[in-house]
């Protein structure tokens, strides 16, 4: 999905990272987009470790619809231990936890659009997250 997320990282040799992702137009998104449909991020790496993060803008299913759902991805062959936090305006959520190989670990209903529309002004229908 070219262009629509620009993304980058600090402390990228560090075993803890911070990666942040600008995703253009997301209020539109959320109003418009059918649960399920979602943004992967690039894949990234801690340590020795390879992720990814995927973004449902309105929900990974009708369950979730209304919510922004996040997920983090351990896209290697062995479990990683993984301590998260995932930031969306002033709405945060962390956790420890631990990743089977292949597979990933998430929130459905990490915060409803209510909790963050009309909160910003920066986020206009065209505006970015």
């Keep these: ?76 062959d062995w479990d990683v231990k993984v301590n998260a936090t995932f930031t969306i305006g002033n709405q945060s959520i962390n956790g420890q936890f631990q990743i089977s190989p292949n597979s990933g670990h998430g929130w459905a209903e990490f915060c409803e659009h209510g909790d963050i529309l009309g909160e910003y002004d920066e986020y206009s229908d065209n505006g970015n997250l």
């Design 1 to 76: 999905m070219p262009g629509m997320t620009e993304e980058w990282k600090t402390n990228p040799d560090a075993p803890k990272l911070e990666y942040f992702i600008r995703i253009s137009g997301f209020r539109h998104k959320m109003k418009t987009w059918r649960p399920g449909r979602n943004i992967w991020s690039k894949a990234f790496s801690v340590g020795e470790s390879i992720f990814s993060v995927s973004i449902y803008p309105n929900g990974d299913g009708k369950k979730a619809k209304g919510h922004i759902s996040v997920f983090i991805s351990n896209k290697n």
